[in-house]
């Protein structure tokens, strides 16, 4: 059995945006559970970026999408953590900048 591996995300690892998203999106190798999946967003400075829990998409529960607030320039910090469905955790975290 495998663990969770981030395949993709919006914005991307090391991306550099002009418009800031309205939502992440990550893309993983295997099915989450839901309950203890989540995303968490900071700004350069360390402070959490919204409030929003994020969701597993019950269409495709491969792929986990959290909602954020108007984002302002700068760089951004995303955290994941997930448990596939086959019960492995995997954590791992990337960043992404805002123009």
């Known amino acids: 059995m495998?663990?969770?591996k981030l395949?993709?995300?919006?914005?991307a690892s090391g991306a550099i945006v002009d418009a800031a998203p309205e939502a992440l999106r990550?893309?993983?190798?295997?099915?989450?559970e839901p309950t203890f999946s989540t995303?968490?967003?900071?700004?350069a400075s360390g402070t959490s970026i919204g409030k929003e829990r994020a969701k597993v998409d019950a269409a495709n529960p491969?792929?986990?999408t959290v909602?954020?607030?108007?984002l302002a320039s700068g760089v951004y910090a995303v955290q994941w953590a997930v448990m596939t469905s086959d019960s492995?955790?995997?954590?791992?975290?990337y960043a992404f900048k805002v123009k």
């Open 62 to 64: 491969r792929v986990m």
């Open 2 to 4: 495998a663990h969770g």
């Open 39 to 43: 995303i968490k967003v900071t700004d």
């Open 26 to 32: 990550l893309t993983f190798n295997e099915d989450l």
């Open 88 to 93: 492995h955790r995997t954590k791992g975290t």
């Open 7 to 11: 395949e993709s995300a919006v914005p």
């Open 67 to 70: 909602a954020v607030p108007k």
